[in-house]
């Protein structure tokens, strides 16, 4: 049987009935073959982190109405995610829309409470995945990455020298203040990396570009070791940066990662949809194949973020974010068939 329920297309079209996340069960819907779900999707409708156009408060709601033709099974990594993962749409995370700290600490505490025990605390039980709900923020700014990466930190056992991270975005968000404020979507990882959230030494940043406000941007991810890689060296040696990326996954050898999905590292021309636009970047495939790189990776949460809607084109962008979202959820389940492939074989 199917882990994740879907509503029978035949009966009920992908354009009739009220929006989920490619159409899983709302949470509080799921029945007892998806008990404790693998993987809880959120909203967080939060834009009071940015620094250029305001407007990713509406991301989820127009990230949900674009994700109804996303379908079950992947071609590309041979996996149906309903049929191995349990899914489900946990509705949106509580906001106070003039406050970014008492948003992300809202959020935090929305997302510790969300699905199955927390991973350390169910290593003993019975659930197929025996390691609790999996978190899959959808933004909203970036800022709100922080809370959930928190809450997925948290529900780990809070693993000293922080979670690995699989960073896809136009900017490295490693800016300490914008207008005195610390907690903004251009500071999210050197924060998340001051409170021992995240290991910059197991840190890829992909598909950074610029023009940025001047070379000491770069200074923070150089000086703590992580790892860049731009869209033009991407763009130059496309073959070897997806080699690069895959090793990177494989060198993480198992070890938990948190993967987050800055829209913006997309060309403008695919995805305009969003906040702080940068010209020359992924193309809407470029951008699927370098997640589909990471094959192998043991994503332990994610989130997907900067999907404004007022500012796209007939839905590309928040199109796109859905099928990002279908992708990550890809390499989850192909872990857990070539995980279930082991214990057979032994
Ligand atoms: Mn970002």
Redesign the pocket.
């Known amino acids: 049987m199917a882990r994740t329920i879907l509503p029978d297309a035949r009966r009920t079209p992908r354009f009739a009935g009220v929006c989920t996340f490619c159409r899983y069960p709302l949470l509080e819907a799921v029945g007892r073959e998806g008990r404790p779900v693998d993987w809880a999707l959120y909203g967080v409708p939060f834009d009071g982190g940015v620094t250029y156009r305001p407007g990713a408060r509406f991301g989820p709601r127009a990230i949900r109405e674009a994700s109804q033709y996303v379908k079950r099974y992947s071609i590309e990594q041979d996996v149906d995610v309903c049929e191995v993962l349990s899914l489900a749409d946990a509705g949106d995370a509580p906001v106070l829309p003039y406050d970014i700290k008492g948003t992300l600490e809202a959020v935090t505490a929305f997302a510790k409470g969300l699905g199955g025990a927390a991973i350390a605390k169910a290593a003993r039980g019975k659930a197929a995945r025996s390691d609790g709900t999996r978190l899959l923020a959808v933004g909203g700014d ?1 800022s709100i990455a922080y809370a959930n990466l928190r809450a997925t930190w948290e529900r780990q056992g809070r693993p000293r020298g922080g979670l690995a991270l699989l960073h896809f ?1 136009s ?1 490295l ?1 490693t800016v300490d203040a914008v207008w005195g404020e610390k907690w903004g ?1 251009a500071s999210v990882f050197i924060r998340a990396i001051e409170d021992g959230l995240v290991d910059p030494s197991r840190m890829l940043s992909v598909g950074i570009k610029g023009p940025l406000n001047s070379k000491d941007d770069l200074a923070f991810a150089r000086e703590h070791g992580v790892t860049v890689l731009t869209y033009e060296q991407f763009h130059r040696g496309r073959a070897e940066a997806l080699g690069e990326i895959a090793a990177f996954a494989q060198r993480l050898d198992g070890a938990p990662a948190y993967l987050t999905f ?1 829209i ?1 590292c997309v060309d403008p021309a695919f995805a305009p949809g969003t906040g702080t636009p940068s010209v020359g970047g992924f193309t809407s495939a470029e951008a699927l194949g370098v997640v589909r790189a990471l094959r192998g990776a043991n994503v332990i949460g994610a989130d997907v973020v ?1 999907v404004l809607p007022d500012r796209d084109v007939g839905g590309a962008t928040a199109l796109l974010a859905a099928h990002v979202i279908f992708e990550i959820l890809c390499l989850d389940a192909l872990r857990v068939v070539s995980g279930n492939a082991k214990r057979k074989r032994r």
């Open positions: 970036h975005d900017h968000d979507h800055d913006d900067e």
